[in-house]
């Protein structure tokens, strides 16, 4: 019997509701109402482990960065403890989170509600050792600088802090170096999105909130963003924008096809940069680098479709005097080429009156042919002005054998 007693004793002490009994856990709200010291002006030291486990977005517009954190705290309860010894040395429990007090911990930058689902239990060590891992979901206020975009890096804070506690009541240590934190993120680390971890940087320092002295510990996460996507899709397209507008001063400035080409690359680059003007916020401190590479291009450009404009003006203006001193040098051609005409004839007519319809109607036949020719050598002109470089040089031959034709057209008719 005693020796069943003794076993069945020895069985109940291994009960997990035995341990719970002892440490008069169930059914005790003063567990939770207070910080677990003794000494109610000693302070309290709990410890953060913080690890980066994913970045999941940075909105430069918005000023904001969403990121997956896991947060260890670990701190002491005065209050429970026992010997493992007496409970087949089980030395750790888990239990509910509502059953023990736990540190009001709140991050300064968060905007929105975790939106992450907490631990539902703690683990608690025998010598009286509590622990609480929770995985968040932060989307933080982060300040965004985009001078150097898309070659920046960001760095971005996490202040973990109590939120009625002081530093005499509470204070936050980290539990590792910030080189430790930094290699165990990475090897975490599951997405980045276009961004690459560099490291990150853990400091408690005290800091004034309105009067209260409050511990804080500061976590800062620095960000080296990806800029492939950027120089393909953005910054060489535009470069490739620069280089048709030089090529299209290879264009002829006769026609309108040069200028219309050179407005719609202009198009084309302020489409680019509403875009830009879509990533990159509006309460940037400086001009981003890459706004004024935009600027730059779009000026020079701007200055091409300026002197397009000019030289096209230049040469409809040219092309009018030509077209006018044309017009005045056939006038004075055709004039002389009368007054020879009637001097040569003029012999003929004095051999006989009898002769002198059939001359006159001759002289009006050879006026109309004369008036003819000049026509068609005006028509040419304007033909041979309207058409480019190599069409003009083709031409000359022609033009020269139809002059040779024309004068011994004329010499003819004299002669008869």
């Known amino acids: 019997m005693c020796l069943v007693a003794d076993g069945q004793s020895s069985s109940d002490g291994c009960s997990f509701r035995d341990l719970l009994s002892y440490l008069k856990l169930r059914d005790n709200s003063a567990l939770t109402m ?25 909105n430069e517009k918005a000023q904001k960065m969403v990121s997956y954190v896991w947060v260890d705290m ?8 026992w010997n493992p010894e007496d409970f087949c040395y089980m030395n750790v429990i ?66 973990f802090k109590s939120v009625v506690h002081s530093a005499e009541e ?18 975490m680390m599951r997405t980045q999105s276009d961004w690459v971890f560099i490291n990150m940087e853990i400091s408690n320092k005290t800091v004034d909130n309105f009067g209260l002295m409050q511990s804080m510990l500061v976590c800062t996460i620095n960000l080296r963003r990806r800029p492939n996507l950027y120089i393909v899709n953005f910054m060489l397209p535009i470069l490739l924008f620069l280089s048709l507008d030089f090529a299209s001063f290879l264009i ?6 040069k200028l219309s080409f050179k407005v719609t690359l202009m198009l084309a680059v302020t489409v680019m940069q509403l875009i830009l003007n879509e990533i990159l916020p509006s309460s940037s401190d400086r001009i981003p680098l890459i706004a004024v590479y935009c600027v730059g291009i779009f000026c020079l450009m701007l200055l091409s479709v300026v002197e397009t404009i000019v030289v096209m003006h230049l040469i409809d203006k040219d092309s009018k005097e030509e077209e006018e001193d044309k017009d005045r040098s056939l006038s004075e051609d ?27 109607s001759f002289d009006r036949e050879k006026l109309s042919e004369l008036r003819e020719t ?43």
């Open 252 to 257: 002829s400035d006769s026609g309108g096809e």
């Open 94 to 159: 888990s239990i509910p989170t509502k059953v023990l007090w736990k540190p009001d911990l709140s991050i300064e930058e968060m905007t929105e509600k975790d939106k992450a689902s907490h631990s539902p239990y703690l683990i608690v060590k025998s010598e009286g050792r509590v622990s609480l891992r929770n995985d968040m979901m932060v989307i933080s206020t982060c300040r965004i600088h985009v001078y150097k975009f898309p070659f920046d890096t960001q760095s971005c804070d996490l202040s």
């Open 34 to 58: 207070s910080r677990p010291i003794r000494n109610y002006n000693s302070s309290m030291e709990v410890t953060l482990d913080i690890l980066l486990y994913a970045i999941l977005d940075v």
């Open 170 to 187: 509470l204070y936050f240590v980290p539990f590792g170096n910030s080189s430790g934190n930094t290699e165990w993120s990475r090897m």
């Open 74 to 81: 670990m701190w002491r309860d005065e209050y429970i403890s």
């Open 334 to 360: 055709s004039a002389g080429q009368w007054a020879e005409s009637q001097s040569e004839l003029s012999p003929v007519n004095k051999q006989g009156s009898g002769d002198q319809q059939t001359e006159e």
């Open 374 to 416: 000049l026509a068609e050598l005006r028509r040419s002109r304007k033909e041979e002005g309207e058409k480019g470089y190599w069409s003009r040089k083709l031409q000359v031959s022609s033009g020269a054998a139809g002059g040779a034709v024309c004068s011994d057209v004329t010499a003819l008719s004299y002669n008869q």
